[in-house]
């Protein structure tokens, strides 16, 4: 008969063998969530061949693949929905890759700006980029020749070229509800006759009451 501590070796080394990554299930199911994200990605690329309309909306993107410009290489895109990822910035060559899009939904993203070369989609309606992290109106709502209505509720938005809004010549209508609105735009805001700008109500803070008072 063995010594216990000699069977007792014996007995674990099949254990220790059999060690396994206790990260291993969650790298699993994370290869199996891309895997569908890129596979979504793809089919919502084939449908835009079709219908020229390229939506990738809620495909958990952080940067539009260079895949997706290849993809759509020979698709003149009329429409490009973006939202609901966590995309941080968009590409100067998105421009030049989708230069004749009518409508951009870049909403409900991580957005603080946009590139100068959006200001090339001479073709460009109408411009969502409401829910992100914006603190400053971007220059190119007033540049774009063609953009007639911009959503841009719910950022943190303090900084507005109000003279250059009033003088761009498409631009019909502006959200700007739910952003933090200083006092002074806010008023110069609300005497522009074109374009209609929707603001929200600015609330006092405390400090203001007690002066009034």
Same mark, same amino acid.
């Given at each position: ?6 069977? *007792? ?40 061949? %079709? ?13 539009? $693949?260079?895949?997706?410009? @290849?993809?759509?290489?020979?698709? =003149? ?14 590409? $100067?060559?998105?421009?030049? !890759? ?9 909403? /409900? /993203?991580?957005?603080? !700006?946009?590139?100068? =070369? ?12 409401? @829910? ?20 841009? @509720?719910? /950022? ?18 502006? *959200? ?28 006092? %803070?405390?400090?203001? %009451?007690?002066?009034?008072?």
């Amino acid at each position: 008969m063995r010594p216990p501590s000699e069977l *007792d070796s014996n007995t674990r080394m099949p254990a220790e063998a059999e060690e396994v990554d206790p990260r291993a299930p969650a790298m699993m199911i994370c290869a199996r969530l891309a895997g569908r994200a890129i596979i979504r990605v793809v089919a919502r690329c084939e449908d835009a061949q %079709e219908n020229s309309q390229l939506d990738l909306s809620e495909c958990q993107l952080m940067q539009i $693949p260079d895949a997706v410009y @290849h993809l759509m290489r020979h698709t =003149e895109l009329k429409t490009c929905d973006l939202s609901g990822n966590v995309i941080t910035k968009i590409p $100067p060559k998105f421009a030049v !890759k989708f230069n004749f899009i009518t409508e951009l939904n870049l909403s /409900n /993203n991580q957005m603080a !700006k946009l590139p100068d =070369e959006l200001c090339t989609l001479a073709c460009l309606q109408r411009l969502d980029i409401s @829910h992100n992290t914006f603190v400053a109106l971007p220059y190119i709502v007033a540049q774009c020749p063609s953009l007639q209505t911009v959503l841009a @509720h719910h /950022n943190q938005i303090i900084e507005i070229d109000v003279d250059r809004l009033a003088r761009s010549r498409a631009l019909e209508y502006v *959200d700007l509800s739910d952003n933090p609105i200083p006092p002074r735009t806010l008023e110069e805001l609300k005497q522009l006759t074109r374009p209609i700008v929707s603001v929200s109500e600015r609330e006092k %803070e405390d400090w203001e %009451e007690d002066i009034l008072i």
